[in-house]
């Protein structure tokens, strides 16, 4: 199993609603990635977790909140998001501990918040 | 300062032509750098991974070139197909720490028939 699920595929929330979006892969990897992608522009790295500890946290608001319960998953707690924070949500894996760490990306959420 | 820098920005070809696409880079020190394609609306899959000692690599059609002395890859499409439409983005690692990743800005492909 060579995939990274998430879910839901899309998503539209008010101001007011806490969501939570999923992420989750079967390939063994010690690290997983939240990225925010606007359209036109590269991902912007979010959150890294690092054997299921939080390393990196790119200065995110705290409306949005990374939870890893277990190697294997990862979530991404919203509340009171902005209209700016529309975007598609990008998870992604990597092994860690390799000379060459390829992350493997999922789908994406496509997140709208009105 | 790391910075990855693509060119063109955005390319229309005639369907069946070939392509290059251009990809230039600061970032040290180099571990590696990955060509990704990205449908709209979708997530990155991987095409090609170069390290420092390689300077070429093929996946079917898609052909990367790595000119680590003067910071330069390239990827070459051939005979390319409607399904090539999309962003190609140049990412390069550094070789230390999770957050090691550096992103183009993309390549937008458009594929004409």
């Known amino acids: 199993d060579t995939e990274v699920t998430q879910t839901p595929k899309h998503l539209v929330m008010g101001m007011t609603n806490k969501k939570s979006l999923k992420c989750e892969q079967h390939?063994?990897?010690?690290?997983m990635y939240w990225y925010k992608q606007k359209a036109k522009k590269p991902p912007e790295l979010m959150f890294v977790?690092?054997?299921?500890?939080?390393?990196i946290n790119e200065s995110v608001p705290s409306r949005f909140s990374p939870e890893c319960p277990n190697s294997s998953l990862l979530n991404l707690h919203l509340h009171a998001l902005q209209p700016e924070d529309s975007a598609l949500y990008l998870c992604?894996?990597?092994?860690?501990?390799?000379?060459?760490?390829?992350?493997?990306f999922g789908p994406g959420t496509r997140l709208t918040v009105l | 300062k790391n910075q990855v820098e693509q060119s063109p920005q955005s390319l229309i070809i005639l369907e069946g032509k070939n392509c290059t696409l251009q990809?230039?880079?600061?970032?040290?020190?180099?571990?590696?750098l990955r060509w990704y394609k990205q449908d709209t609306g979708r997530g990155p899959v991987s095409l090609t991974i170069?390290?420092?000692?390689?300077n070429t690599k093929s996946n079917g059609r898609y052909t990367a070139t790595l000119d680590a002395d003067t910071k330069q890859s390239s990827l070459h499409i051939t005979a390319s197909q409607l399904s090539d439409s999309a962003s190609y983005i140049c990412?390069?690692?550094?070789?230390?720490?999770?957050?090691?990743?550096?992103f183009g800005t993309g390549t937008r492909l458009t594929v004409i028939p």
């Open positions: 992604a894996s990597s092994q860690l501990g390799t000379r060459v760490d390829t992350q493997y």
């Open positions: 390939m063994g990897h010690r690290a």
């Open positions: 977790y690092s054997y299921e500890k939080l390393s």
């Open positions: 990809c230039n880079y600061t970032v040290s020190p180099f571990s590696n």
């Open positions: 170069m390290t420092f000692s390689e």
């Open positions: 990412v390069v690692s550094k070789q230390t720490g999770a957050n090691n990743l550096f």
